[in-house]
């Protein structure tokens, strides 16, 4: 798939995307590129933009996919978006996931860019993405690395760790691949584990009959 990532900025959009470096920029936005490219799917009918509410994805996805589904605890930024983009294929709920009764089995793709490592608890959300992807669907995952370059890289551009980066991307892949085999792994902005700032992974959901 070309990996196209729309750039529309907010006054409340995370920072980074944003940032006065052209270097945070381009990684944060490139990054979510090369994400995206990692896609597989068969169908683009139905995606999930899990964590989505800052709307960065939302113009890109509404592009590619028939139907997108947005939700996150605050949706204030997306629905902006959404309404002021004319994006009339893209839905957004405010929530937690497994409260919404979702229909299970029904997407195609479920994008979690930098939103796993907040969530405390983790398998019982794994579980819930689980029974939302369609046999055969994916899961994309972008998250933080937490190694040393990561660590420089807040240092040298002044940010700091926020209290709720609770999982590294490997404990993350760890968890996750219990309920979901590893499809593809990269590590960005360079292919290498202890210079990469981010892991890439697309995960999939084994199809009826197979395992």
Request: glycine share 8%; hydrophobic share 45%; proline share 5%.
């Amino acid at each position: 798939m070309e990996a196209l990532v729309a750039r529309l900025g907010h006054e409340d959009t995370p920072r980074v995307y944003n940032d006065r470096s052209v270097l945070v920029r381009e990684l944060f936005w490139r990054r979510l590129g090369a994400l995206l490219s990692l896609s597989r799917a068969a169908a683009r009918n139905r995606v999930l933009d899990f964590g989505g509410g800052n709307g960065v994805l939302a113009p890109t996805l509404s592009r590619l996919y028939r139907e997108v589904v947005c939700v996150d605890l605050r949706t204030e930024i997306v629905e902006e978006l959404v309404r002021s983009e004319g994006l009339a294929n893209v839905s957004v709920h405010a929530g937690e996931l497994a409260a919404l009764g979702l229909p299970a089995d029904h997407f195609d793709t479920i994008i979690a860019a930098d939103v796993l490592e907040h969530i405390r608890w983790l398998e019982p959300l794994v579980g819930e993405l689980h029974r939302l992807l369609a046999p055969g669907g994916e899961l994309l995952v972008s998250a933080p690395s937490e190694n040393r370059f990561y660590e420089l890289g807040r240092r040298v551009f002044g940010y700091t760790k926020p209290e709720d980066h609770y999982h590294p991307a490997a404990f993350i892949e760890a968890t996750v691949t219990r309920r979901l085999p590893l499809s593809r792994r990269r590590y960005f902005p360079v292919d290498i584990p202890w210079l990469g700032a981010f892991s890439l992974a697309r995960f999939i959901k084994a199809e009826e009959g197979r395992s």
